[in-house]
Nanobody
Framework: QVQLVESGGGLVQAGGSLRLSCAAS????????MGWFRQAPGKEREFVAAISRGGGSTYYADSVKGRFTISSDNAKTTAYLQMNSLKPEDTAVYYCASARRRGMEKASEYDYWGQGTQVTVSS
């Protein structure tokens, strides 16, 4: 079992920045990839970014590339999502997820999910 807890969501003005955190506990050595997804009302859950356990590989959706940065701490127990130049269309509930096998853009590739944290970007 892996437990994931997100934090850092909130309300921010367009053009501002926000940093999300996802703390993992439990069988963390089983985690190969950690990722971030988001879901806006009436829309499908969409991939945002992912990072490999060693931190050597990162992946981004085209919509956030150049603005968002995914990272992890030295112990690889916490994933971060630094969000810069935020736009109103970034408004969504953001979820972190972990995969025991290589996960990428598909939500079905991930095994455990956090509770989600709301990010609202005002114009």
């Amino acid at each position: 079992q892996v437990q994931l807890v997100e934090s850092g969501g909130g309300l921010v003005q367009a053009g501002g920045s926000l940093r999300l955190s996802c703390a993992a506990s439990g069988r963390i050595l089983s985690i190969l990839v950690m990722g971030w997804f988001r879901q806006a009302p009436g829309k499908e859950r969409e991939f945002v970014a992912a990072i490999s356990r060693g931190g050597g590989s990162t992946y981004y959706a085209d919509s956030v590339k150049g603005r968002f940065t995914i990272s992890s701490d030295n112990a690889k127990t916490t994933a971060y999502l630094q969000m810069n130049s935020l736009k109103p269309e970034d408004t969504a509930v953001y979820y972190c997820a972990s995969a025991r096998r290589r996960g990428m853009e598909k939500a079905s590739e991930y095994d455990y999910w956090g509770q989600g944290t709301q990010v609202t970007v005002s114009s």
